[in-house]
């Protein structure tokens, strides 16, 4: 009898599998074309749907993915600012469709209110937005017949219409952003690039250990951000990408150093990290020189691998 093969080992739980499945480093929602092949079904589903989501369901990026058709799974991307409420009458739900003339239309829900008046009797106010009063006698009949069943009865002319227009509605939005969900989702990237890079001992690393634990941690907060003791900078709307701010690429990878050092990622202009992988390692200018870039298209999708001179003559081609 012979032992059965172990299989592949997943980067994530570390347990092994016969078959491993396609993870994209950089969501596929937002263009990452970069594939690996070293984490588990169970993993996989469980990055998309707790982790890589804080990066790719929030209103700034959801504008730019609106922006460049970036649909993902959905079919049907609507745009960050689809929905909102009426300043001026915080009840009045409100849609904005952009159409081909700017800036589109907003057309108001449809309200129905019960309340009864300073007399006691039962009244009921219906708002509704003017392109539909079409739909305004089918709703009364629904209404009656909501009332006949309370033993009420309603007098559909008995309803006074009221026309009211307002020049400039002013909308209001509600946006949620997960700050450590975005840090968790930045540093699941950065993991899967070490992990590619430097194989197994990097997953035996206690800096690894480390970000895995954060990384999988469904209710990671600041003091567990603290505890992973990350040596770099994570950036949020931020200016740090000055060191390869000359590479413009939608996303961009920087594996620096060889064997790899720190990595590099960029997110459009919106998040970016630098991160040390050793605990205890410098970059000189020697590991700079050696940069491996992966510089991504996100509407095609592509991305292509460069070299630091490659990338040089490629966005400074006078120097
Ligand atoms: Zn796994």
Known sequence: MTDSPPGQQCIFCLNFFQELTDEHIIPD???????????????????????????????????????????GRRKNLKHPLSYGKLVSDPNVGIKWEIGEEAPGKLILDTNVKYYTDENGAQRVAISLDATKEVELPEILEKIAARMLK???????????????????????????????????????IVYEIASEELGSDYIQSESSKRLRKFIMNPSANLSDLAELKLRGQMDFLSKFR?????????????????????????????????????????????????????????????HSILNMSQVLSKHLPES
């Open 29 to 71: 929602a937002i263009g990452g074309s970069l594939v690996i092949r070293r984490v588990c079904k169970d993993c996989n589903s469980y990055l998309g749907s707790k982790v890589d989501v804080h990066l790719v369901s929030n209103f700034l990026v959801e504008i730019v993915r609106f922006q460049k058709g970036l649909t």
């Open 150 to 188: 309370k033993g009420l009865e309603m007098d559909p002319a008995s309803v006074t219409p009221i026309h009211r227009s307002t020049e400039n509605p002013e909308v209001s939005f509600t946006h949620t952003i997960n700050l450590i969900g975005i840090d968790q989702a930045v540093l699941k």
């Open 242 to 302: 000055d060191i390869f701010d000359f590479v413009k690429s939608d996303h961009l990878i920087a594996i620096i150093g060889q064997p790899a050092k720190a990595i590099y990622v960029r997110i459009f202009d919106f998040y970016g990290a630098l991160v040390l992988i050793d605990d205890d390692a410098d970059i000189g200018s020697e590991h700079i020189e050696s940069t491996k870039f992966v510089e991504f298209d996100v509407v095609v999708p592509s």
